[in-house]
């Protein structure tokens, strides 16, 4: 029985038919006749609906918008999205149904005479699921509908998808509290069992099915799942990720437990640190050093703050302690709905889809508090990630588990 | 004495093809379905278009129907040459085979034309069994 729609007084309400109108708006604006989003992060903002495979959605200029996935998947999506199977359309291998052929019968109508501005989004990504319109679908399209005129528009998009709503931040709340469900099960697992007969694919396993008894979706995360980390692996040089692996849990090593859980397209994502058995006297000097930084960090979101002041004032903390070498100089990642996982803001820097350093935090912003800790020499590394809300003073941790690097 | 042969796509081809569902294929085999189709043939051998189109309420077959000139709205269109029509009428190429090798052409939503082939595919079995002449 598929779960009832929500309604405005539930807590996870999310306005879509807003979200499109608010598209169509920015579309007149720039003279787009007609929208399609490819990206991911388009499709779970446009949506409400995880789309797997290689999807789209085409808005017109006013009125629903219909998006097209792969035909086995097409009616789970028109299922949990709001709008209905007429507006959810299945491609495949057959004539008139194959991808090209579908995006240009629903595009076609909005262009007078064949011609028109089509809003496409096309762009680089170091995020490989990212969805960009890719050569070969433009040349087709193109082919198909030669006198149309194609321009990017992520930009669209991404602007109206910044600031999170009310619906989106209790969404990605949710999945921070699955996610600690998740620590807290890995927490009673190694006190309470023989850590050393556990691999960190276990580790990974054993958070996963207490995350997704709480309702998590699935371990949302590209970098394969739950990423779990233990000795060496916690120090990789400049590293920060780190799919689990076969190792075996041993006693004295650093252990780093790095969780995603999601919940409605809401993403929750934090990493817990410990040593095993025991710890010696410089291991826990690593640890205050990287536990003082974390809370200096939080401490430091606010509105107005920009990820170079931030980062210029962690290292020089990480300078004044000694750390500075070990310290892996980026703090924050950018997160939306399931899809938009990595850059913060606009593409508006001075690297072509990279974060721009200057980009000035707003309220209501969400961005994940991103650190990494790796001394390859001393085989140790802890990693701190937790989703961030920028509220109007300072900022909300999502995740509530509490920061320590616990000898276990 | 010889089997009667019904031209293919005449009135009296449709209307046989009407007679021998109706009395086929009952409501509860055409799973209750309300649905149009139409098929749309061209390059047919005088070099024009003609099309069949089918109506089914609730499972019973409303009206089967050559059309030529304006056509009726449909909720699946399928477009192919004659040929290949008169393949699957012949009972020598299935419906899905002839949509996934290209040369046929579906309009309408594919997730609901996949759930509903089973019971075209049975329309057309029974069309397999009329003997035509093409």
Redesign the interface.
Known sequence: MPEKKLTKEDLYFIDFPKRIKSIQKEMAKNNIDVYLGTRLRTLSWTLDAFCPWRSYIVIPPEGLPTAITF?ID??RV?DESWLD??HI?????????DQI?LLQ?LIKPHLKSGKGIIGMETGMGTYLPEGHLTLFEFVMLKAALPKATFKNAHIIVDKLSMIKDEGTINRFREASRIVDIGHKAVYDALKNSDFTELTETEIAGLAAYAMRKAGSEWEWSFTGGNEIASGYRTGLAAGACTPATRKKLKIGESLMVDLHAMFKCGLGDHSHNYFLGKATRRQLWHARNFVDLINKVLGAYKPGITPSRLADEMLAFAEERGFQDYLVPGFEHGIGMMGDEWRIGLNDGPFDYWTNPDHVYQKNEMLICAVQYACPEENIGFRYENPILITAKGCEALSKFPLSIDVI | MPEKKFEYLSKEWADEVLRRCRKELTPEKMKHITSSMLTINTRCPDGKTRAVFYSLKNGNIESISIVEGALPKAEFTI??DYDQFARISRGELKARA??????????G????A?TLSPTVDRLNEVIATIPTEF
């Open positions: 035909v097409a009616a028109a199977q007429d359309l299945g491609y495949g291998p057959m004539g008139g149904q052929s019968m | 477009t192919a002839a949509l996934m090798s290209g040369k046929m052409m579906l309009k939503n594919l997730v609901k996949l």
